[in-house]
């Protein structure tokens, strides 16, 4: 057995994992997964992983992740093999020594029925369409127009937004919720929302500290931009006038019910008044804001997208000091020392 997954530890999860080797075939494979599979764990000693899990989409992935020698997540697969037929996400890691682990996560049953926060986000959706097509049009012209290089450049990323956001609307709207998943670079989509804050009328001071040695993440670029940008505009419309982006690795997090031994936090941090303290309680609800003209529906959106890639959004918050961390998990044995860089 690995010596990566020997520990006792690992014994005692209740997460389905398994070990295979070059050949992807079966060399270990704890209690929590031969249980939900239904098997002996020596019956499942030399299998095929794509006979053990029955879908050959998981073995083409996991082929893939050891010619590659990276991570390779599997969202919601639907595996015939477990319980008659249940969704589950799959991570797989290439083994220093050789081989892969598979990590199993069953998924929850989605309900038939429509949330009222999704409902909402789809009226919402319909109604913001003909305004961003106006806005690109009129962005448009004006990049004709002018002859500044500047100019151009904040009417081209009028009409980025104006497509962004528009493709934002045409998924709520023909219900493809499913993030679509590809390797995001943190720091970019970081330096994306800087770059956004800083067009804004009156934007704050703007200060980055970042971590440099972090990974890329499978994620929705789209999705986790909009709630870096959320979040960074909930803070300019509270007041704040010094707006501070920063990213990090933090060890031994727990997301949901789940522990990890690494996550990635970006924090949007601000010096502004702070969350009412009659909103703290309700702040992640839909509908629910401390501006006379807010929607409530930032906030809400911001929780369901960390939710869709297995992570959370926290917050912590005085007067003069308010910290919102998006926290995504790190795949095993990509955790790094956090040796941050500032600059203003």
């Given at each position: 057995?690995?010596?990566?997954?020997?520990?006792?530890?690992?014994?005692?999860?209740?997460?389905?994992?398994?070990?295979?080797?070059?050949?992807?075939?079966?060399?270990?494979?704890?209690?929590?997964?031969?249980?939900?599979?239904?098997?002996?764990?020596?019956?499942?000693?030399?299998?095929?992983?794509?006979?053990?899990?029955?879908?050959?989409?998981?073995?083409?992935?996991?082929?893939?992740?050891?010619?590659?020698?990276?991570?390779?997540?599997?969202?919601?697969?639907?595996?015939?093999?477990?319980?008659?037929?249940?969704?589950?996400?799959?991570?797989?890691?290439?083994?220093?020594?050789?081989?892969?682990?598979?990590?199993?996560?069953?998924?929850?049953?989605?309900?038939?029925?429509?949330?009222?926060?999704?409902?909402?986000?789809?009226?919402?959706?319909?109604?913001?369409?003909?305004?961003?097509?106006?806005?690109?049009?009129?962005?448009?012209?004006?990049?004709?127009?002018?002859?500044?290089?500047?100019?151009?450049?904040?009417?081209?990323?009028?009409?980025?937004?104006?497509?962004?956001?528009?493709?934002?609307?045409?998924?709520?709207?023909?219900?493809?919720?499913?993030?679509?998943?590809?390797?995001?670079?943190?720091?970019?989509?970081?330096?994306?929302?800087?770059?956004?804050?800083?067009?804004?009328?009156?934007?704050?001071?703007?200060?980055?500290?970042?971590?440099?040695?972090?990974?890329?993440?499978?994620?929705d670029a789209d999705r986790l931009q909009q709630v870096l940008l959320n979040l960074a505009r909930n803070a300019i419309e509270a007041g704040?006038?010094?707006?501070?982006?920063?990213?990090?690795?933090?060890?031994?997090?727990?997301?949901?019910?789940?522990?990890?031994?690494?996550?990635?936090?970006?924090?949007?941090?601000?010096?502004?008044?702070?969350?009412?303290?009659?909103?703290?309680?309700?702040?992640?609800?839909?509908?629910?804001?401390?501006?006379?003209?807010?929607?409530?529906?930032?906030?809400?959106?911001?929780?369901?997208?960390?939710?869709?890639?297995?992570?959370?959004?926290?917050?912590?918050?005085?007067?003069?000091?308010?910290?919102?961390?998006?926290?995504?998990?790190?795949?095993?044995?990509?955790?790094?020392?956090?040796?941050?860089?500032?600059?203003?």
């Amino acid at each position: 057995m690995s010596e990566q997954v020997s520990r006792g530890w690992v014994e005692q999860l209740s997460t389905g994992l398994v070990v295979v080797d070059g050949e992807l075939r079966v060399q270990w494979i704890n209690p929590a997964l031969a249980e939900l599979l239904g098997l002996g764990l020596r019956h499942a000693q030399g299998q095929p992983l794509q006979g053990l899990l029955q879908d050959a989409g998981v073995a083409e992935q996991a082929a893939r992740s050891l010619a590659e020698q990276r991570s390779v997540q599997c969202r919601g697969v639907l595996l015939p093999g477990i319980a008659g037929g249940q969704r589950v996400d799959v991570a797989l890691q290439p083994l220093e020594e050789g081989g892969l682990l598979v990590e199993l996560h069953t998924l929850a049953e989605v309900p038939s029925t429509v949330s009222p926060l999704s409902a909402t986000l789809r009226g919402f959706a319909h109604e913001v369409k003909n305004p961003l097509a106006g806005l690109r049009g009129a962005a448009q012209l004006l990049q004709r127009r002018l002859e500044d290089p500047d100019m151009q450049a904040l009417a081209a990323m009028v009409i980025n937004e104006a497509d962004r956001l528009a493709a934002l609307a045409n998924r709520l709207l023909h219900h493809d919720g499913a993030p679509r998943l590809a390797p995001v670079n943190l720091h970019q989509l970081m330096e994306r929302v800087g770059e956004l804050i800083r067009a804004e009328p009156k934007p704050p001071r703007l200060r980055h500290d970042y971590d440099p040695s972090l990974p890329d993440v499978e994620g929705d670029a789209d999705r986790l931009q909009q709630v870096l940008l959320n979040l960074a505009r909930n803070a300019i419309e509270a007041g704040a006038k010094t707006l501070s982006l920063r990213s990090r690795v933090e060890h031994g997090v727990r997301l949901g019910e789940r522990m990890f031994r690494s996550a990635l936090r970006l924090d949007v941090m601000d010096d502004g008044p702070g969350v009412p303290a009659a909103l703290r309680d309700t702040l992640f609800e839909p509908l629910v804001s401390g501006r006379v003209d807010g929607t409530g529906l930032g906030l809400a959106l911001s929780r369901e997208i960390a939710h869709e890639h297995g992570g959370e959004l926290r917050y912590v918050s005085r007067p003069g000091e308010t910290v919102f961390s998006l926290y995504l998990p790190l795949p095993p044995r990509m955790g790094v020392a956090t040796t941050g860089r500032a600059h203003g």
